[in-house]
């Protein structure tokens, strides 16, 4: 700790009430808990992704840190505030000549953050999914980067990705060496296949100036809501990133952390909003450089640590790293490839299965109901005013959009990924179109049928109806028709069916012996 960190340690040394100032380090800056305000002062260090060692650039990158992180967190960050004085009589907010600069913030409770609130039991899949809903707002928002910009073109991918092995092999660790060549072989190999699928992404908008380090340390719940903080400052190249390269590093700390669940309703979320499927062929990629970047930091504090006689905090610290490089080992394999239907009555609890399945297993979502109201520039719970078989349930939009499901799933499957799609498919031609892309890529094939009672589905349709919020538009007069004109599931099909008993009230019970079910009819394979 720094003469000056050791001095704005003393609740004396502050304006306002003060009874106890809390320090956090990082290995960038350290932030001071001071009462009702935060202050983060910025260590003078060169890093190889950082240089901070003049005090003119830490007074640049304090402002950078409070113009970027007013865009997600205005109701946080303050100003920023000028020190002067001396290291061991600092005095904040003077009119004497600055010796350090911070950035003032409102305080939060820290067991608010989101990886605490993991740790806690407390990080629900409602709060993931309000958080993708508002980092999908803010990548809407954000301008593209220009088409003569390098950020975001292929090279400026791939070389980020592998300097952090060449970074890694500088902090002396013998021990990951096979491991790290792997994963360097693999991410350049990777990196090569995909050159063409990162300069489309450049072309098509989809390079932003978005938070650039988000992660469950940099989210925390302020006011009941999700709010992101903490935003990369001090790197343009790092901070404008295709945004699913922001995806993925909340996906894959969710899968660090042993909660891939959450992960999983994050990006679902995300996708409901945003529609960028295409994006997904991108994700294993990200989430591989996202664990490589947590494992080459946490190695820069541990030498940090080392350096500073804290043996055992680099010990803690080296072995969070090799999880890191274990997970990305991991990572490169994925999920083996699986097409699941749903298939059901309005009302049967189709998408609440949907939900619990994707996020057990790691899947992508389509839902009709949503992609239906896509193809026809309307919001997901947006009423299209449409009536049974016409406006956007003609029969041709109807096809229209079970070929739209048929060719992003494909196009899903290709790319690794298991496919949840959330529609009735109560028409044989509806199924068989799915049917036909699980044998052409040559992946299991589920139809998760969802069953209950005609008039349990009837009050389900009508409550639904009467609280709104929900992309699905059906009437009891839509599930009639569905009831009297559906096809029956087909020989051919039966060995694929699981059901699931949707009846009841204890709507937990059916969603765990559901999921229960799918999982144990994909062992069998």
């Known amino acids: 700790m720094t003469p000056l960190i050791k001095a704005l340690s003393q609740p004396a040394i502050y304006a306002h009430p003060v009874d106890r100032v809390e320090v956090i380090e990082t290995h960038i800056s350290w932030i001071l808990l001071a009462g009702e305000y935060a202050y983060k002062v910025k260590k003078d260090v060169i890093l190889p992704f950082a240089d901070f060692s003049t005090l003119e650039a830490r007074r640049y990158y304090c402002e950078q840190e409070l113009e970027l992180n007013r865009r997600l967190a205005p109701e946080l960050y303050l100003d920023v505030t000028s020190i002067s004085?001396?290291?061991?009589?600092?005095?904040?907010?003077?009119?004497?000549?600055?010796?350090?600069?911070?950035?003032r913030m409102r305080r939060f409770d820290q067991d608010q953050i989101f990886h605490r609130l993991l740790a806690d039991g407390e990080l629900t899949p409602r709060l993931m999914r309000e958080l993708a809903e508002r980092i999908a707002e803010f990548h809407a928002q954000l301008p593209a980067a220009c088409e003569e910009s390098e950020y975001g073109s292929p090279d400026a991918v791939l070389k980020p990705a592998l300097d952090n092995f060449t970074e890694m092999a500088q902090q002396n660790a013998p021990t990951r060496a096979g491991e790290l060549d792997e994963l360097r072989e693999w991410t350049h190999s990777e990196g090569k296949r995909l050159?063409?699928?990162?300069?489309?992404?450049?072309?098509?908008?989809?390079?932003?100036?978005?938070?650039?380090?988000?992660?469950?340390?940099?989210?925390?719940?302020?006011?009941?809501?999700?709010?992101?903080?903490?935003?990369?400052?001090f790197s343009a190249e790092l901070r404008w990133v295709d945004v699913i390269?922001?995806?993925a590093f909340v996906v894959m700390d969710c899968i660090d952390r042993g909660r891939g669940d959450l992960g999983y309703h994050f990006l679902d979320a995300y996708?409901?909003?945003?529609?960028?499927?295409?994006?997904?062929?991108?994700?294993?990629?990200?989430?591989?450089?996202?664990?490589?970047?947590?494992?080459?930091?946490?190695?820069?504090?541990?030498?940090?640590?080392?350096?500073?006689?804290?043996?055992?905090?680099?010990?803690?610290?080296?072995?969070?790293?090799?999880?890191?490089?274990?997970?990305?080992?991991?990572?490169?394999?994925?999920?083996?490839?699986?097409?699941?239907?749903?298939?059901?009555?309005?009302?049967?609890?189709?998408?609440?299965?949907?939900?619990?399945?994707?996020?057990?297993?790691?899947?992508?979502?389509?839902?009709?109901?949503?992609?239906?109201?896509?193809?026809?520039?309307?919001?997901?719970?947006?009423?299209?005013g449409s009536e049974l078989g016409d406006g956007i349930y003609q029969p041709d939009a109807s096809q229209r959009t079970y070929e739209h499901l048929a060719e992003t799933a494909d196009a899903l499957l290709r790319a690794g990924h298991p496919v949840i799609v959330d529609a009735a498919f109560l028409k044989q031609w509806q199924r068989a179109r799915l049917e036909d892309v699980a044998q052409r890529r040559d992946v299991t094939l589920r139809i998760v049928d969802c069953a209950a009672e005609a008039d349990t589905l009837?009050?389900?349709?009508?409550?639904?109806?009467?609280?709104?919020?929900?992309?699905s538009e059906a009437?009891?007069?839509?599930?009639?028709?569905?009831?009297?004109?559906?096809?029956?599931?087909?020989?051919?099909?039966?060995?694929?069916?699981?059901?699931c008993d949707m009846n009841g009230d204890d709507e937990a019970d059916n969603l765990r012996q559901c999921v229960t079910r799918v999982t144990q009819s994909l062992q069998i394979d």
Do not use: W
């Open 271 to 384: 996708l409901q909003v945003r529609g960028d499927f295409a994006g997904l062929a991108l994700l294993r990629f990200y989430m591989v450089y996202r664990a490589m970047v947590r494992a080459k930091v946490q190695g820069l504090q541990a030498g940090q640590a080392q350096q500073e006689g804290h043996d055992e905090r680099a010990a803690r610290l080296r072995s969070t790293a090799d999880e890191y490089v274990s997970l990305a080992q991991r990572l490169i394999h994925g999920e083996p490839p699986v097409l699941m239907l749903m298939h059901g009555f309005s009302g049967s609890g189709k998408s609440r299965v949907a939900s619990e399945l994707l996020a057990s297993l790691g899947a992508v979502r389509l839902r009709s109901d949503v992609e239906r109201k896509r193809l026809f520039e309307l919001d997901a719970t947006e009423d299209s």
């Open 475 to 499: 009437t009891t007069d839509v599930l009639e028709h569905q009831l009297a004109t559906h096809d029956p599931i087909t020989d051919n099909e039966a060995d694929a069916l699981v059901t």
């Open 245 to 247: 390269n922001e995806v």
């Open 195 to 233: 050159h063409e699928l990162f300069a489309t992404r450049h072309r098509e908008g989809f390079i932003r100036e978005c938070h650039g380090d988000l992660h469950l340390g940099n989210i925390a719940r302020v006011d009941g809501r999700p709010v992101a903080f903490d935003c990369l400052e």
């Open 85 to 103: 004085g001396s290291p061991d009589q600092p005095v904040l907010g003077g009119d004497g000549e600055a010796i350090e600069y911070a950035v």
């Open 458 to 471: 009837r009050e389900r349709v009508e409550a639904r109806r009467r609280s709104g919020g929900d992309p």
